[in-house]
């Protein structure tokens, strides 16, 4: 059963940083990328940042520079390393691979 499953959200300051972690199981997971989105209240699921099977990156151009995504094969593990968050960024985030999607995790960036 393919399962994925994030963890790491919370509340966080302006210009804080913040680390999502996406747990995948059911799979093999060296051999699918990973994704993050987010949704914002009252607004789409938009993407954030991808990592590829064979580890290539893209991100979303609000994110860029920002935001890093990686992986731990051995772990079975996706992170997203978020820094110099802005009230912007407040949403849920989304983990997804081979789509299957996790419940996802609050991410809200306030003062």
């Known amino acids: 059963q393919v399962q994925v499953v994030e963890s790491g959200g919370g509340l966080v300051q302006p210009g804080g940083s913040l680390r999502l972690s996406c747990a995948a199981s059911?799979?093999?997971?060296?051999?699918?990328?990973v994704a993050w989105f987010r949704q914002a209240p009252g607004k789409e699921r938009e993407f954030v940042a991808r990592?590829?099977?064979?580890?290539?990156?893209d991100y979303a151009d609000s994110v860029k520079g920002r935001f890093t995504i990686s992986r731990d094969g051995a772990k079975k593990t996706a992170y997203l390393q978020m820094n110099s968050l802005k009230p912007e960024d407040t949403a849920v985030y989304y983990c997804t691979s081979i789509n299957s999607w996790g419940q996802g995790t609050q991410v809200t960036v306030s003062s």
């Open positions: 059911g799979f093999t997971f060296g051999d699918y990328d």
């Open positions: 990592i590829r099977w064979n580890g290539r990156t």
